[in-house]
């Protein structure tokens, strides 16, 4: 639990900008007859969007691999699903972040932090009667909203251009988890209005009884 808190606040102070301000708002509350609570986040971040983090991005190694995707998007651009759409989703990919670049250190857990957020998420936030934990983000005009159908998966790839060679993790919000393909206009979104910045929205339960059953753990 403190290790997704700790990657959304660490995400805001580094990738917002210099003049990015960012807030917290959370409530939890356990109703009368259930052996379970229920927690409501709102993380939110007066800055540059993340598509603005990563086009502007100062590593070359981070750029190419944009210019790659773009190129291989191109031919599916349209009015809901564009350059902006298509580095939101990537920024959420295992291996692609703005800082990565091996003049920084840390630089092989790059872009990893956000994976492993919504892998945590999903493993501790449901119950034992069946509630799903919901999440969702909007920065800028894209809106991605996470539901149990699309889910983060180990993908391997060979020689790949963007990915390199070995296992990641990838979340493409669509039928073949294919990156390289564009995601479900009814998870990620293009919106009209523009919100300047981030907006990271989490509903989700604290049942010790599923977190013991997920952790493979005898109740």
């Keep these: 639990f403190s290790s997704i808190l700790g990657e959304v606040v660490n995400n805001c102070e580094i990738h917002g900008g210099s003049e990015a301000v960012w807030y917290i708002q959370g409530h939890y509350q356990i109703d009368e007859g259930k052996d379970y609570g229920e927690m409501q986040l709102v993380f939110l971040n007066f800055g540059d969007t993340i ?41 959420l990919q295992d291996g692609i972040s703005r800082l990565r670049t091996n003049k920084i250190a840390g630089y092989t857990t790059r872009g990893s932090g956000t994976v492993n957020m919504i892998e945590k998420f999903g493993l501790i936030g449901g119950s034992e009667n069946g509630l799903k934990p919901e999440m969702s983000i909007v920065s800028g005009r894209t809106w991605i909203r996470f539901n149990e159908y699309y889910k983060m998966k180990s993908m391997i790839f060979r020689n790949d251009p963007v990915f390199g060679s070995g296992e990641r993790k990838i979340i493409a919000f669509n039928d073949e988890n294919d990156i390289y393909m564009p995601s479900n206009s009814d998870n990620v979104i293009f919106m009209k209005n523009y919100f300047p910045g981030t907006v ?5 339960y604290l049942d010790s009884r599923y977190i013991n059953k997920m952790k493979g753990n005898k109740v």
């Design 51 to 91: 598509y603005e983090g990563l086009k502007n991005s100062p590593s070359k190694e981070t750029v190419q691999k944009l210019n790659t995707m773009t190129k291989a998007h191109r031919k599916y651009f349209d009015s809901s699903w564009n350059e902006e759409t298509l580095f939101t989703v990537l920024a």
């Design 200 to 204: 990271i929205s989490l509903k989700f």
